[in-house]
C-alpha cells in the first residue's frame, strides 16, 4: 500500500504544502538527506494552535497540534519529491512546544507527531528526537517541528535556483 493510501485509509487529508513564513527555503537537500524548515500546525493558512500548552492549550491540544505539524511536514516532502514514497526514513524529528512555566509534557505532546509518522510510514517512520519547551515560538504557534529525512534518490541535483523559489537546494558534499 502506498503512504497516499494509507493516509486515505486512516481517513486523513494531506493538505497543501504551506509555504515558508519568511525568507528561508522550505527544504536544503545533500546528498540523499533533507533538512526541512520548520512546520507549524497550519490549516488553510490559519494556526489552528496557538498558546502555551499547560496553559493556554491541554496536552491532548498539544498532542492534536504535534499530528498538525506531522501532517505539514509529509505535504512538505510529497511537495518536494513528488511522491511520499521516495521517502526512505524519517532520520530526526526535533520537535518544540510552547510551554507554559512548570510545565514538563513535552514528550508526550511531540508523540502526537510520532504516532501519526508511525501510522502512516509504518518502518519508515523510525527516527531519533528531540523534545525541547519553549517560552515563545514563532506566530504563537503550539509546536513546531523540524524534520531530517532520507530519500530513495540521491541522484546530484543542481544547486541552482529552481523555477519554485521554495524548491529544496542540494548543497555539494
Not at 511537495?79 to 526535533?94: H, K, M, N, P, Q
Not at 530513495?152 to 542540494?170: H, V, Y
Amino acid at each position: 500500500m502506498s503512504v497516499e493510501e494509507k493516509l486515505k485509509a486512516l481517513g486523513l487529508v494531506l493538505p497543501a504544502a504551506p509555504p515558508p513564513a519568511a525568507n528561508y527555503k522550505r527544504c536544503v537537500r545533500v546528498g540523499n538527506l533533507a533538512f526541512f524548515s520548520g512546520q507549524l500546525p497550519w490549516v488553510d493558512g490559519e494556526m489552528r494552535y496557538a498558546g502555551h500548552v499547560g496553559s493556554d492549550l491541554t496536552d491532548e491540544e498539544g498532542y492534536e497540534a504535534a499530528k498538525l505539524c506531522a501532517l505539514n511536514a509529509l505535504a512538505q516532502i510529497k511537495a518536494e519529491f513528488g511522491s511520499l514514497d521516495r521517502l526512505e526514513t524519517i532520520v530526526r524529528v526535533e520537535g518544540h512546544v510552547n510551554s507554559a512555566p512548570g510545565w514538563t509534557g513535552h514528550p508526550q505532546v511531540l508523540n502526537g507527531a510520532s504516532d501519526l509518522f508511525a501510522q502512516v510510514l509504518g518502518d519508515r517512520a523510525g527516527h531519533a528526537r528531540t523534545a525541547l519547551g519553549h517560552n515563545e515560538l514563532p506566530l504563537n504557534a503550539a509546536v513546531e517541528l523540524v524534520l531530517i529525512v532520507a530519500v530513495r534518490d540521491s541522484r546530484a541535483r543542481t544547486a541552482q535556483p529552481t523555477s519554485n523559489p521554495d524548491s529544496c537546494r542540494t548543497r555539494p558534499r
